[in-house]
């Protein structure tokens, strides 16, 4: 794949990672758990959304307002892993796999949140 704009970032690379685990997780959720399935589509999709619509909105402010969206996001993703983990849907070297991909995640939100507010 040629990667252009937004994708040839690593944080990016990473959120796109996790939104693509977590809908392998959400088919490990039993049917008849549709809320949890839900916010999980629904926290994944939202890290890479936020992502790219601060990329492109042109203005730094922007830009940091839509990461701050998309960490939220994250932390609410990372617990519905770790509630997937308590109810044994996912494995602990599942979990384990997920939990330090979205730890380094976060990582790199916050580095590139405090380079951004450096040049305002």
């Avoid at 939202?46 to 992502?51: D, E, K, P, Y």
């Avoid at 909105?57 to 617990?79: A, V």
């Avoid at 997920?98 to 380079?115: G, M, V």
Wanted: hydrophobic share 35%; with cysteine.
């Amino acid at each position: 794949m040629n990667k252009k704009g937004h994708q040839w970032m690593r944080i990016w690379q990473n959120a796109d990672r996790l939104e693509e685990l977590t809908q392998k997780v959400i088919k490990l959720i039993p049917g008849n758990n549709h809320k949890l399935k839900g916010q999980l589509d629904r926290a994944s999709n939202s890290i890479t959304a936020n992502f790219v619509e601060g990329y492109y909105s042109g203005s730094i402010p922007e830009y940091i307002r839509f990461l701050n969206y998309g960490k939220r996001s994250l932390g609410e993703l990372h617990q519905h892993f770790r509630s997937c983990h308590i109810r044994s849907y996912i494995t602990e070297v599942e979990f384990n796999a997920l939990d330090t991909l979205s730890w380094q995640t976060i990582y790199l939100f916050d580095r590139l949140i405090r380079s951004l507010k450096k040049l305002k």
